[in-house]
């Protein structure tokens, strides 16, 4: 591993630890559909770390999880929704700008006035493609709350719940394989983040 990579490797660690020693707490479920509602409209990091932690913790608890996990991503991307619908001068603009999106959004806004429009919040929803900023887009294009609900909620619910039957059916052998490649894993999981932004450019 290189010397640029390994600080970055070692951060994930650390939080891997202390998101494991958290998940066993009585409000791990709050924290992960308060995660989960922010991360749908403008926080960069998924949920899905929380809930593997809780999963990996308590494989009983993992659909549990994944119920919580997709209650607040289904209401945070509403929230990004209406972000785009009524605050994009005061709000959205300022996440484009953190994301340096401003290419894609122009895009983005095009693919939304079309017919795309709805297989891309789909993929957004279940993918590793950024799903906060299909919330603010579908907003603000004024697609309707009833259809975009419907979407985000059939999408990151089968995400979630895919994650979290993993780890219900086979806990105790993830934990073993996550444990003893945990470098690799994170840079794959890096890399997934990466290129969700980056598939964009070429979606749309």
């Known amino acids: 591993m290189s010397n640029l990579l390994k600080p970055l490797v070692d951060f994930m660690a650390k939080s891997k630890s202390w998101m494991e020693s958290f998940a066993e707490r009585p409000r791990a479920m709050y924290i992960l559909a308060f995660l989960a509602f922010v991360e749908s409209s403008f926080f960069p990091l998924p949920p899905d770390i929380l809930l593997i932690a809780i999963a990996v913790s308590s494989p009983k608890k993992a659909f549990k999880a994944a119920m919580w996990c997709s209650i607040g991503s289904v209401l945070g991307g509403i929230f990004g929704y209406y972000i785009g619908y009524g605050l994009m001068e005061t709000v959205g603009y300022k996440i484009v700008d953190f994301y340096n999106a401003h290419e894609i959004w122009q895009r983005l806004m095009q693919t939304f006035q079309g017919e795309v429009g709805f297989w891309f919040l789909a993929g957004a929803a279940f993918t590793p493609l950024p799903y906060k900023i299909a ?12 259809e975009f609900i419907v979407i985000s909620s059939i999408g990151r619910a089968a995400r979630f719940f895919l994650v979290g039957s993993i780890f219900y059916f086979i806990g105790p052998q993830a934990k073993i394989y996550i444990d003893k490649y945990f470098d690799k894993l994170s840079l794959a999981f890096l890399a997934l983040l990466i290129l969700g932004f980056v598939a964009v450019k070429y979606i749309i």
């Open 135 to 146: 919330t603010i887009a579908a907003g603000a294009t004024k697609m309707a709350l009833f």
